[in-house]
């Protein structure tokens, strides 16, 4: 006997509804296809952070860094370490070579807590001014320095005023006033240790930069 349900014409829905593969199939297609486009957002808007943050981000400048302190942070100044002494600050400035350039004094340096020039020293300082007064054009920039006793400020206010007295010996020997600028490193940049008594004694001294020519 045939199955009522066979021949139902009364528009009532079926009892199941069977799921063909095609339709598994496609449902699956949309699942992947919305899957990749989630990721492809996050991808693009981790790309957007990391190139903003490249643009904010400052970049260290090595040059001005390697700079920072050294003879009285003097742009493009070398390190203490590789100073030239002043005997052959003559010869630069008849040269070529690119300022700035540094020079220390060889033998001039300063009685703890003093900033006078010592009669010692004065024969330096006579040599400095007469190569000054021979090349007119020459600028320099004289920067004092203290050993590490005694605070801070009192320090800087020490090497500015032996940086001073270099200046003032020049200019009493004829050299232009306005061809001299004076500065203080304290007690940074030390080129000796500051534990002995004869370490302190090579850190009290003055540097010589010709900042041009």
């Known amino acids: 006997m045939a199955d009522p349900d066979d021949h139902r014409t009364d528009g009532a829905p079926p009892s199941h509804v069977h799921i063909g593969p095609e339709h598994n199939k496609t449902n699956w297609l949309a699942w992947l296809a919305l899957l990749a486009g989630i990721l492809a957002l996050l991808f693009a808007l981790s790309r957007c952070d990391r190139d903003r ?8 400048n090595t040059t001005e860094a390697a700079d920072a302190g050294v003879v009285a942070t003097t742009p493009n100044a070398p390190a203490a370490d590789a100073l030239a002494g002043t005997a052959g600050l003559g010869a630069f400035l008849a040269g070529t070579e690119p300022a700035p350039r540094t020079f220390v004094f060889e033998k001039l340096n300063f009685d703890t807590a003093k900033s006078e020039v010592r009669a010692a020293d004065a024969a330096e300082v006579g040599e400095v001014a007469g190569v000054l007064k021979q090349y007119g054009n020459a600028r320099i920039r004289i ?3 203290a050993d590490a006793r005694g605070n801070d400020a009192a ?4 090497g500015k005023a032996r940086a ?5 010996a020049l200019v009493a020997q004829g050299v232009d006033a ?15 240790t500051n534990a002995t008594a004869g370490g302190r004694f090579e850190n009290r001294r003055t540097e010589l930069v010709v900042t041009a020519r």
């Open 155 to 158: 320090n800087m206010t020490l």
């Open 143 to 145: 920067a004092g320095y």
């Open 178 to 192: 306005g061809r001299i600028e004076t500065v203080s490193g304290g007690e940074n940049d030390p080129v000796d």
């Open 164 to 168: 001073d007295s270099i200046k003032a």
């Open 53 to 60: 943050a490249a643009v904010v981000t400052p970049v260290a």
